[in-house]
């Protein structure tokens, strides 16, 4: 007796558990906008308006103690379209993820600026168009901006170095026009890591970005000229620097590189100068100073004499290991 009435508290205690609805009904209102402008696709096929979104629903997240939505997240699904302004309206959102959709296409909804919690926004291997929204840098709260491998267009805002908390912001392989923003030699509050690669940007990269200490660059395949040296400098923790397809020219020679550098690419540009000795002392990971218009003798000490040749080779007139002796 005493073990079937433990087993029926059981019973409606858990019954009780699962009739309690945590979802809050303004956020599965919206997620059920969400999937109805997707076309009620299989890849939301758990969001079905009968059950709990905070229990049984998959690509969301719902905060613990609130039950609000604060994670939405999709990835390589049958999803098509254009990114829905409804996203806008989940106000507790803080990652914001669409990857490897590329049926997804249109612009990037302004509405998302709305969304003041988000600390991570990832809408990269998409189809989007478009500028990059100047309204980004509403997000106060974002360290995380990975807008990749899509084909955005227009000019980089400089409105993005108003964004305190940025820690990593990614804009690759798009194709956006225009200059570096003079800004982002002024981030307000933190100093991300950045990559522009393949690109159409072009000028100079702009001096005030020597006002900051970047931990890694990816500046490559754009049309990028004149000095990059900013970048470098004793008192600087650079880890890892790209600027590989480019249109840049300085002297190697004078630049100091800080001890921190482990990777540099410079390939396929006009650089022209000596390697600095200097190199020697680094702990160099990778390094490709090819096809520009360096001379000299490679420094043989460090790491420098070990890499393969084709780190030096199509060089103006480079000699010494791993190329041949210098005459």
Not at 170 to 198: A, C, M, Q, Y
Not at 266 to 294: A, C, D, E, W
Request: net charge neutral; proline share 6%; hydrophobic share 35%.
């Amino acid at each position: 007796m005493k073990t079937l009435f433990i087993s029926l508290l059981i019973f409606n205690l858990l019954s009780l558990f699962l009739s309690e609805e945590l979802c809050n009904s303004h956020d599965k209102k919206v997620l059920l906008q969400i999937k109805k402008h997707f076309g009620d696709p299989y890849h939301l096929a758990s969001w079905l308006p009968g059950t709990d979104c905070c229990k049984a629903w998959n690509q969301v997240e719902c905060d613990p103690t609130t039950n609000r939505i604060v994670s939405l997240r999709m990835y390589s699904g049958n999803l098509s379209g254009e990114i829905p302004a409804e996203v806008g309206d989940l106000p507790y959102l803080k990652t914001l993820e669409l990857h490897k959709l590329t049926n997804i296409t249109g612009p990037i909804p302004t509405s998302i600026s709305n969304l003041i919690n988000l600390i991570s926004l990832r809408l990269s291997r998409l189809n989007l168009t478009g500028p990059v929204p100047d309204s980004l840098s509403n997000l106060k709260n974002l360290r995380v901006l990975d807008l990749s491998f899509n084909s955005l267009s227009g000019s980089i805002p400089s409105s993005l170095a108003l964004l305190p908390e940025i820690d990593i912001l990614g804009l690759d392989r798009n194709k956006l026009t225009g200059p570096i923003p003079e800004s982002f030699g002024n981030f307000v509050g933190r100093v991300p890591g950045i990559s522009l690669s393949h690109n159409q940007l072009s000028g100079k990269i702009p001096a005030s970005l020597d006002n900051r200490d970047f931990r890694w660059v990816d500046f490559s395949r754009n049309k990028l000229e004149g000095d990059a040296s900013m970048f470098f400098g004793p008192n600087k923790t650079t880890g890892v620097v790209d600027l590989s397809r480019n249109l840049l020219e300085f002297d190697f020679s004078k630049v100091v590189f800080p001890t921190t550098l482990t990777n540099l690419d410079i390939n396929h540009n006009k650089i022209f100068g000596s390697i600095p000795t200097q190199m020697t002392q680094l702990t160099i990971l990778s390094l490709n100073v090819s096809y520009n218009r360096l001379c000299g003798l490679i420094p043989q000490g460090g790491k420098l004499p070990s890499l393969d040749y084709t780190a030096y080779f199509h060089n103006k007139c480079l000699c010494g290991t791993p190329l041949e002796s210098c005459k």
